[in-house]
């Protein structure tokens, strides 16, 4: 164990061996252990291997640079093998159950646009399923619905609700065949992981020639990050790893062998309860909004209608591993 204020060293992916401060784990969700210690390291850019950067924001002590390179976005230093239990508990999906009665239109949506590009339906992976709400709906519509997620928190409900086969662990690591799926779904994942490059070089591994994927993800070049780059609200330094413009996310993709169809704004379904979540974290001091919110959704009880919001911050992508 380091002592407090100590240093620890370490190398990852060719990186510039440095030294970082050693800070003590933060309390997280709730909890706390003191005697723990997070080990920062040090990584070169995942885009192109540069080790050339510039500071971009400052989050929970946390710092997110720009490689001077090529402009990805991403965290660095960030925490070395992080535990996902401490960061995607019980609490972190609390979001997603409040906004699972609005990610019902978003996610039919979502599969008719993949329907509009898939040959035909077929099987489709759904890589940080959550608490399944997407495979439900691609079921619906007569997809053959796999999830992977890194916590088993819902997963048996999950299960036992939807009858899909889910599988617990890091993507990178969950072994899939060769050309099994049709459709590959990365809503809000691949900002999450610790290697985005790797991870798309494996959808055009198990993808079937002629297979389409879609990607969502912040768009850190969008208005929102323009306009609050410090306080924007999708700056996570212990969950988003990486922010992508849709430049970066083409060259990435375009490295990994994947074809791009699309790029555009991604608005989702929103209810009057997330548009109060999302304006009181920018408008800490601001007290008539949210005021008129709550009294739309508590005494007007209007805040479970559901319609369409572009907040201007997240890009989606269509792309296609070619036949």
Request: glycine residues 8%; charged residues 25%; proline residues 6%.
């Amino acid at each position: 164990m380091i002592p407090p204020g100590g240093v620890c060293c370490h190398r990852q992916r060719g990186s510039t061996l440095i030294s970082d401060s050693s800070a003590q784990t933060a309390t997280m969700n709730g909890r706390s252990d003191p005697m723990k210690q997070d080990k920062l390291v040090h990584i070169a850019c995942n885009l192109c291997g540069a080790d050339d950067t510039a500071p971009w924001a400052v989050r929970n002590g946390m710092s997110v640079i720009k490689c001077r390179q090529c402009g990805l976005i991403y965290v660095n230093p960030r925490v070395d093998d992080p535990n996902p239990d401490n960061i995607y508990d019980t609490s972190y999906f609390d979001y997603y159950k409040l906004t699972e009665w609005a990610n019902g239109k978003t996610f039919i949506r979502r599969v008719k646009l993949l329907e509009k590009y898939s040959p035909g339906k077929g099987r489709i992976l759904d890589v940080g399923c959550a608490i399944g709400d997407f495979m439900q709906v691609a079921k619906s519509r007569g997809w053959d619905p796999h999830g992977v997620d890194i916590t088993a928190d819902s997963i048996d409900e999950i299960r036992r609700r939807t009858g899909v086969e889910i599988k617990v662990g890091d993507f990178a690591t969950v072994p899939y065949d060769e050309n099994y799926f049709d459709v590959v779904n990365l809503g809000d994942s691949i900002e999450h992981m610790m290697d985005p490059h790797d991870a798309l070089r494996k959808v055009h591994h198990i993808l079937k020639p002629g297979g389409i994927g879609y990607l969502r993800t912040p768009d850190a070049l969008h208005l929102m990050p323009l306009l609050f780059r410090q306080s924007w609200i999708q700056i996570k330094p212990k969950e988003h790893l990486f922010y992508f413009t849709r430049k970066t996310m083409r060259r990435m993709l375009e490295q990994s062998g994947l074809e791009i169809l699309k790029v555009s704004s991604s608005g989702t379904y929103c209810t009057v309860d997330i548009l109060l979540n999302r304006i009181t974290h920018y408008f800490t001091r601001q007290r008539v909004i949210p005021a008129t919110l709550r009294f739309m959704a508590n005494s007007l009880r209007l805040g479970r209608i559901r319609f369409p919001l572009d907040t201007l911050e997240e890009m989606e992508v269509i792309f296609r591993k070619p036949s």
